[in-house]
C-alpha cells in the first residue's frame, strides 16, 4: 500500500496477535471474496461503462449536479468530491443530505435550473427524507422548467423495486441502477458514490486502481505483519478488549480530508455497533476531530481526559497550493518572528508532529496515515483500506456488519408516526 502507515503506543502482544489470527477472519473474508458475497469488494473489479455512457450523454450546458440523498447515499460522494473536486472546477456537486428546509430552499434558491442537473439517490429507493426532497424538486422543475424537463434535469441512483424506480417510470427519468446486495455505508465505490464523481470528472478507473491495489495485499493474507489492514483491525479489536480503548479519534491535517472521516464514522459506527453472539453491546465510538483547528478543543479531552481514545492523524505529504507567510516590517516581536518565511502548510506539519510528541508524553496511542498525494490513486486506496478494516473488525467482534437492525427499526416507528399523524 503507497499510504504511510505508522502505529505508536500500539503494540499488540505476541498472545493477542496469536489469538486474532487464529480466529481465522482473514481467511473467511477471503473466501466469501471469492464467493463474490462481498459486494462492496466485488464492485471495483467491475467496469464502469454504464456510468460511462450516462456522463457522455450530460448535456454540456449542465454545470452543477445537486445530489439528494442521506447516509451512505451522500457521504462517500462528499468524500470524493471535497478531496478531488478542486483539480475538476468546470462543474461542482452541491449536497442536500437533510430534510432541515432551510438547506434545499438554500440551494433552490441559489441554482440555475436551466443548468442543473439532480441527482436523486437512495439504494432502497424507499427511503422517506429523500422521496420527500424528491416530491419537492421534481414540483420545483414543472414550476419553472415544464414537465416535460423533468426527465433531462433528473437522474436516479437505485436498485429495482422501490419507489423511486416507479416515479423514473413515471416521468421517464434515467436511472443508473445499483446492485441490491451493495450495502449504502460500503457502497462509495459503486454508482452511489461514482456518479457525481464522475458528472465532474474524477477518474474513476484510477479510483477502482488504487482500491484493488489494497485488496491484492489484504484478501488471503493471515500474518497481521503482512496484512495491513488485519494488523489495523486486530489492534484496535485488542486494544478496545484489553486496554479499554473505546473511542476512535479520525483527525485530518488538510481540510479537504475532514468529509473523508465523516464518512468513516458512519461506516465504523454503523457496521460495528451492535449485539454480539452472546447478546454484548460492541463496537468503538469513532469521533472526527480537525487538525489544526481541535488541538485548540477537544485535544485537551485527549490528553487529561479519560483514557479510553486512539487518535488517528491523517496527513498528505505533497502540500498544493502552498501560501508563504510574508514579513510586514514589524521589529522586534517574537511571536512573528518565528513565522516570518515558513509556509501555511510547514506551520501545519510542525503543529502536527508537536501533536504526536504530546500524544506520547501522555501515552495516548496514536496513529498516522500518511498520503503522498491526494489524487484518485491514494483516495480508492483510503477508501478500500477502512472498508477491509471495518469487515474484518466485524468478524473479530461477531456481529453482522452489513445489517443496521436498530436503523430499520426506527425506520418502523417513524413510518408508523407518519401512518397515524
Known amino acids: 500500500m503507497d499510504i504511510k502507515l505508522g502505529l505508536h503506543l500500539l503494540n499488540l502482544t505476541e498472545s493477542s496477535r496469536q489469538a486474532i489470527e487464529q480466529q481465522g477472519v482473514a481467511k473467511q473474508f477471503a473466501q466469501a ?37 442521506i447516509g451512505g447515499s451522500s457521504l462517500g460522494a462528499q468524500a470524493l468530491y471535497a478531496a478531488l473536486g478542486q483539480k475538476y472546477p468546470s462543474r461542482r456537486l452541491l449536497f442536500v443530505d437533510n430534510i432541515d428546509p432551510v438547506s434545499l430552499t438554500t440551494i433552490l434558491n441559489q441554482i440555475d435550473m436551466n443548468k442543473t442537473l439532480w441527482n436523486i439517490v437512495s439504494k432502497s429507493g424507499n427511503t422517506l427524507e429523500t422521496l420527500a426532497q424528491t416530491m419537492i424538486v421534481i414540483d420545483a422543475i414543472v414550476n419553472q422548467l415544464g414537465k416535460d424537463k423533468v426527465a433531462s434535469h433528473v437522474v436516479m441512483t437505485t436498485s429495482a423495486g422501490g419507489t423511486l424506480m416507479n416515479i423514473a417510470q413515471q416521468w421517464d427519468i434515467p436511472v443508473l441502477s445499483v446492485s441490491p446486495s451493495i450495502v449504502g455505508r460500503f457502497s462509495v465505490l459503486s454508482p452511489l458514490g461514482l456518479v457525481p464523481a464522475a458528472f465532474v470528472g474524477i477518474d ?46 479520525m483527525m485530518p491535517y488538510a481540510d479537504r480530508l475532514i468529509p473523508f472521516g465523516h464518512w468513516f464514522c458512519q461506516l465504523w459506527a454503523e457496521s460495528l455497533g451492535k449485539q454480539d453472539k452472546q447478546h454484548h453491546h460492541v463496537g468503538t465510538t469513532p469521533v472526527v476531530a480537525r487538525g489544526v483547528t481541535d488541538q ?33 516590517s514589524m521589529d522586534n516581536d517574537e511571536r512573528l518572528a ?19 510528541k504530546a500524544f506520547e508524553t501522555h501515552d495516548c496511542p496514536y496513529g498516522r496515515l500518511t498520503l503522498t498525494d491526494v489524487n484518485e490513486y491514494s483516495l480508492g ?27 430499520e427499526n426506527m425506520k418502523m416507528i417513524i413510518h408508523q408516526n407518519l401512518q397515524q399523524r
Open 296 to 328: 485548540h478543543s477537544q485535544v485537551q479531552l485527549y490528553l487529561e481526559g479519560p483514557k479510553d481514545k486512539i487518535v488517528f492523524i491523517l496527513d498528505v505529504e505533497n502540500q498544493i497550493d502552498d501560501m508563504m507567510i510574508p514579513s510586514i
Open 338 to 356: 518565528m513565522l516570518e518565511g515558513l509556509s501555511l502548510g510547514t506551520l501545519m506539519t510542525i503543529e502536527m508532529h508537536s501533536v504526536m
Open 204 to 249: 474513476i478507473n484510477r479510483l477502482y486502481e488504487g482500491a484493488r491495489s489494497v485488496l491484492d495485499e489484504s484478501v488471503g493474507v493471515d500474518d497481521m505483519t503482512v496484512n495491513h489492514a488485519l494488523n489495523m483491525a486486530g489492534t484496535l479489536y485488542a486494544f478496545d478488549k484489553e486496554h479499554g480503548r473505546s473511542i476512535l479519534v
Open 381 to 407: 486506496q483510503l477508501l478500500m483500506f477502512w472498508q477491509v478494516v471495518t469487515a474484518l473488525s466485524g468478524a473479530l467482534y461477531g456481529v453482522e456488519t452489513y445489517k443496521q437492525p436498530s436503523v
Open 33 to 69: 471474496c471469492e464467493q463474490k458475497q462481498i459486494a462492496f469488494v466485488h464492485s471495483v473489479h467491475e467496469k464502469s461503462s454504464m456510468i460511462d455512457d450516462w456522463t457522455g450523454s450530460i448535456e454540456e450546458s449542465m454545470d452543477t449536479m445537486v445530489v439528494l440523498g
